[in-house]
Structure formats: C-alpha cells, structure tokens
C-alpha cells in the first residue's frame, strides 16, 4: 500500500475512534437498534445547556482512563482489545470481536508515536472535539447549544449509499 494511502486510511480510522472516545457511552441506539450518534445530554456534563470544547476534552480524559485498567497511565494492546470487547458485549456484538481486536492492533500501531508498544494520553488524536465545536456552532460562541446540536446532527446523518432522511441525493 502507499504511504500516502495508508497514512490517510489510519487517520481516518484513529479519528473515527478518537469520536468514539470522546462520545463512548454517549452514543445512543434507535428503536431499530442504530446508531443514533451522541446523546447531547451525556456530553453537556455540566448541565449547562451547552456542549464546550473543555466538557469533551474532560469526556474522552474519562475514556483514557476508565480503559486504562492497570492505572499506569498507558494503554496497552491487551487494554485496548478489552475495552472495545467491553463496548461490543454491551451492544450484543460478540461476532466482531476478532475483527475489533485486529483493528485494536492497527490502532496501537499508528496512535504508538514512539514505538514503546503502549499509547499515552497525549499520543491519541485529540482534535475531534475543536472539528465538532466548529462544525456544530453556527452562531460560533464557541460552544454548542441543544438547537444547534440536533440541527447538525439532522444534517450530519447520512445512510448508505448517500441516502439522507430516507431520500437519495445524487
């Protein structure tokens, strides 16, 4: 695979999980059983009406460290496989547990900056909560109201085959 190539698909991958830290069990379930994205309500950990750069930083800190078993400070291979392992029994996903922990591996691999086989808090993406705050705050007070919360999220969700609200779009 080219470099160019395989960098762009691991940052799109460790950004993609970078969300998911952040956002963890925030993430909410239709009546179908699909993802629905971030609740607003677990994210705004303050109760504040808004959603601020800070609360999602302190959110995926929260992450960092509920998965980091040993308390060392690092996530390990075996840390990483079992926190997504943990995250997959609870949705009722067991079947993609081999595929989980081969991508834990990929993921230790890119996020591992100096190669010492753990990850650190500060070797994780972090930028995902600024990308969130400035592509959610249309009136760019710098934190995200309810309004404009449920308005991108009903923007920002697209299905297969670029389907939105159930209609194409070519």
Do not use: C, W
């Amino acid at each position: 695979m080219k470099p160019v190539v395989k960098y762009s698909v691991l940052g799109a991958l460790s950004l993609g999980l970078a969300g998911l830290a952040i956002a963890g069990p925030a993430l909410a379930k239709g009546d179908h059983g699909e993802r629905q994205g971030p609740r607003f309500e677990i994210l705004d950990s303050n109760a504040d009406g808004f959603v601020t750069a800070e609360e999602m930083e302190a959110r995926r800190l929260a992450r960092f460290t509920e998965q980091d078993t040993d308390q060392d400070g690092f996530l390990s291979l075996e840390e990483m496989q079992a926190g997504t392992m943990k995250r997959l029994e609870g949705k009722g996903r067991q079947h993609d547990a081999e595929k989980m922990a081969d991508r834990s591996q990929r993921m230790l691999r890119y996020m591992d900056e100096n190669g010492d086989g753990k990850v650190a808090f500060d070797e994780m993406p972090g930028d995902g909560a600024a990308r969130m705050i400035s592509r959610f705050d249309t009136d760019q007070d710098g934190k995200i109201s309810k309004a404009e919360f449920d308005d991108a999220k009903s923007k920002f969700r697209i299905g297969h085959k670029g389907e939105r609200h159930g209609q194409r779009h070519d």
